[in-house]
């Protein structure tokens, strides 16, 4: 097999084209590794290469590498990401990049800390929030309840907390750990803080190449015996002598593309609403207590806290039975437990300020350092994209490193569209389409081909008359609009039906899909309704005068009523004859793998094991194909020069150039669909936009279905700096 293995050092990783200091490539195809993958016999061929500006040694080194891609060579990096960047920097092309056979190390390390035990805990390096190894421990799998919350403290408000347990902490994807725990290599870890800082903090490296390269050499000589190893653990588990991670790695490859590009943010305007943050975490809790008094002046930390007796006794007159508690016994004011309120005023009104204020801490003049340090001369956030950072495989940048579009909505109206337009697509309902394939439910699969899924289902059992259609959030019949009684009732209905499927997606049973259904009803509404039934409150309607002629349950004579088990179970009851065969796929799926202690793998070998709970088992076949179809429709576009400069869950948004806006649109969906119909034999659907802010008026594309009255609010703070004695 003709395969190398690459590392390399760097620096201003915040620029799109790295600084190039030096690689080392380490060439193993005239030599044999055993089997086991624990030692080499013989010792490789080693190259290094000293590159720092350096013109001319990086054009040589580049034809090298075009040399070993041209010969069908198979290179090996530990987060390929990095090496990825680093090629472009020297001069490779996005579509050279994308012709290199990658295995990468890195992947199948976190596979096995995210799916096993005897790898997820164990003696381990820690590391501390920069990134630098502090110690070595060994952590164990928790053995109950409480030793796995850890330790419980009180926080301001009031409520218990967790703090993490240092002894059940899971494993990091480090190369260390791997080394350590898989070849039973201890790297000095402090020489290599050392020699990181010494490349990252200097301009010269006189006298110290040869040190630098030898330290680069350290980690590149281990990285072919660790892979090998990797995969015949993984072949054990996955009972699959062909077991590979090419098409995975790709997506490393990808992702390099990607942070190359990086996303264009409007710097000037996120300084100035950075100026504004001492002033704004205090207006907006004035705001809410303009009416409902849940924030109290703390004078000591000299800001607003939420007064959880205010929050409490208001909860006490309304929900005091069925709101959810803490274990203390305490009501739970988790921002998603409160999210389930939307129709309470109040509850909403503390819930979004929290949110705003949860996501306004990563703009703070404290935290803004963090992101301009990710921010290039070009004016692109750079930043890790945490790839395979979930169970289903899904990135997970972080947005206090600047990451966007995971932060409140309006904060994406930031992305900079001045001298080029932003396109975006994204699957629509695709969870639908996707249990329909896997399963092969035909019920599903008409469902999703209807205009709208849930629409259809609640009409297979007579929540929904037939003939009513859903077009722009509002309900017709023979093409004219309904009454606004029936509308807002509809769409109600349509809410619960829709938390119903999502819940039996994740796997929820009776008792967790009682309160969700119970407050779905509100989910779908729009703004124009809720003014309707916030209308009908002014005039004195108590909360049950409200809602009671828009009652989902129609006439039917459903066990337990509003808010309990048996009325959730009787909704799980419906979905399941409504959808036998996922509900029989699921359930065998499921039984399978607990029984004979196996594995679920997607089509590109990324998997879950039996050790994960029976309700995240069957989510894990729709979430993760819709990432394998994410990550396919990423390399197609990439390879015919779409500039993708994010991901978002199943979205993909790119820069296009002014006048390409419609035909690039075009072209991503076709991708888009394309990519659906490799994996599922179906023809998905994909919706896309066109993205721009109008920063004179206040209005943006980002926020017309989100986040418009928040953008209200703020746009005008985004537009100038704070005056100091403001």
């Given at each position: 097999m003709?395969?190398?293995?690459?590392?390399?050092?760097?620096?201003?990783?915040q620029e799109k084209y790295l600084t190039p200091v030096c690689a080392v490539i380490v060439d193993y195809t005239h030599w044999s590794i055993p089997q086991s993958g624990n030692s080499v016999i013989n010792q490789p061929t080693t190259k290094q290469y000293w590159l720092y500006q350096d013109t001319t040694a990086q054009n040589k080194f580049i034809?090298?590498?075009?040399?070993?891609?041209?010969?069908?060579?198979?290179?090996?990096?530990f987060y390929g990401v990095a090496e990825g960047r680093f090629l472009l920097s020297c001069g490779l092309t996005n579509q050279e990049l994308l012709k290199i056979k990658l295995l990468d190390p890195f992947i199948a390390w976190k596979m096995l800390i995210m799916n096993y035990s005897k790898y997820k805990y164990g003696w381990m390096v820690i590391e501390d929030e920069n990134g630098k190894f502090e110690e070595k421990i060994e952590t164990h799998q928790p053995k109950d309840e409480s030793e796995k919350d850890g330790l419980w403290v009180e926080n301001d408000l009031g409520e218990k907390e967790l703090v993490v347990n240092k002894k059940t902490k899971k494993m990091t994807a480090s190369l260390a750990n791997a080394l350590f725990r898989?070849?039973?290599?201890?790297?000095?870890?402090?020489?290599?803080?050392?020699?990181?800082?010494?490349?990252?903090?200097?301009?010269?490296?006189?006298g110290r190449e040869e040190e630098i390269l030898n330290y680069c050499a350290e980690d590149a000589i281990y990285l072919v015996p660790l892979y090998s190893k990797l995969a015949d653990i993984i072949k054990g588990y996955t009972k699959n002598q062909g077991?590979?991670?090419?098409?995975?790695?790709?997506?490393?490859?990808?992702?390099?593309?990607?942070?190359?590009?990086?996303?264009?943010?409007?710097?000037?305007k996120l300084k100035n609403f950075s100026s504004h943050y001492e002033n704004i975490k205090n207006e907006l809790p004035e705001r809410c207590n303009q009416t409902y008094k849940f924030f109290v002046w703390d004078e000591r930390k000299k800001k607003y806290t939420r007064s959880y007796n205010s929050i409490a006794s208001y909860i006490d007159t309304k929900y005091a039975d069925t709101f959810p508690r803490t274990k203390t016994g305490q009501y739970s004011l988790k921002s998603d437990v409160l999210r389930k309120y939307k129709m309470d005023e109040a509850l909403y009104a503390l819930q979004h300020t929290g949110n705003?204020?949860?996501?306004?801490?990563?703009?703070?003049?404290?935290?803004?350092?963090?992101?301009?340090?990710?921010?290039?001369?070009?004016?692109?956030?750079?930043?890790?994209?945490?790839?395979?950072?979930?169970?289903?495989?899904?990135?997970?940048?972080?947005?206090?490193?600047?990451?966007?579009?995971?932060?409140?909505?309006?904060?994406?109206?930031?992305?900079?569209?001045?001298?080029y337009s932003i396109v975006g697509a994204d699957y629509s309902a695709q969870e639908f389409g996707l249990q329909g394939a896997?399963?092969?439910?035909?019920?599903?699969?008409?469902?999703?081909?209807?205009?709208?899924?849930?629409t259809w289902f609640a009409q297979q059992v007579g929540f929904i008359p037939n003939g009513v259609e859903r077009m722009m959030g509002h309900y017709l019949l023979a093409g004219v609009p309904i009454s606004k009684e029936s509308d807002i009732k509809y769409n109600q209905t349509r809410g619960l039906f829709k938390s119903l499927c999502l819940g039996v997606g994740y796997g929820m049973g009776a008792s967790k899909l009682a309160m969700s259904l119970t407050l779905a009803r509100v989910n779908s509404l729009s703004g124009e309704e809720k003014d309707y039934i916030s209308q009908l409150r002014i005039k004195g309607k108590t909360e049950e005068e409200i809602i009671k002629p828009y009652k989902i349950y129609g006439e039917k004579n459903l066990p337990g009523g509003i808010n309990k088990k048996a009325t959730a179970q009787y909704y799980l009851d419906v979905f399941n004859s409504t959808f036998p065969d996922y509900t029989r796929w699921k359930k065998?799926?499921?039984?399978?793998?607990?029984?004979?202690?196996?594995?679920?793998?997607?089509?590109?070998?990324?998997?879950?094991s039996y050790e994960h709970q029976s309700n995240t088992l069957p989510n894990f076949p729709v979430q993760g194909t819709a990432q394998v179809i994410l990550r396919e429709a990423v390399y197609q576009a990439l390879l015919i020069g779409l500039e993708i400069f994010a991901t978002l869950h199943d979205a993909i948004y790119i820069i296009s150039k002014p006048g390409c806006e419609k035909t690039d649109m075009l072209l991503l969906k076709k991708i888009m669909v394309e990519a659906g119909r490799k994996y599922t034999g179906m023809e998905l659907r994909v919706d896309a936009s066109i993205y721009a802010t109008d920063w004179l008026n206040g209005i943006s594309d980002w926020t017309k279905d989100k986040g418009s009255s928040d953008f209200k609010i703020f746009y005008e703070k985004m537009n100038k700096p704070s005056i100091p004695d403001e």
């Open positions: 003709k395969v190398i293995s690459i590392d390399t050092e760097f620096k201003n990783s034809a090298e590498i075009r040399q070993y891609i041209d010969d069908d060579y198979t290179i090996v990096a898989i070849l039973g290599i201890d790297i000095n870890v402090t020489h290599k803080n050392v020699m990181r800082e010494l490349i990252l903090d200097n301009d010269t490296y006189t077991f590979e991670i090419k098409q995975l790695s790709r997506w490393m490859l990808c992702n390099a593309i990607i942070t190359t590009t990086g996303i264009p943010v409007n710097v000037e705003i204020l949860d996501s306004l801490k990563n703009i703070r003049p404290i935290a803004i350092n963090k992101i301009e340090k990710n921010i290039g001369s070009d004016g692109r956030i750079r930043i890790l994209l945490s790839e395979f950072g979930t169970i289903s495989g899904r990135n997970t940048a972080k947005p206090s490193q600047g990451y966007l579009l995971t932060m409140s909505t309006f904060m994406r109206t930031l992305i900079e569209d001045d001298c896997i399963s092969g439910d035909q019920n599903l699969i008409q469902a999703y081909y209807s205009s709208d899924p849930y065998e799926m499921v039984n399978n793998i607990e029984t004979n202690h196996s594995i679920y793998t997607l089509p590109d070998n990324w998997f879950i």
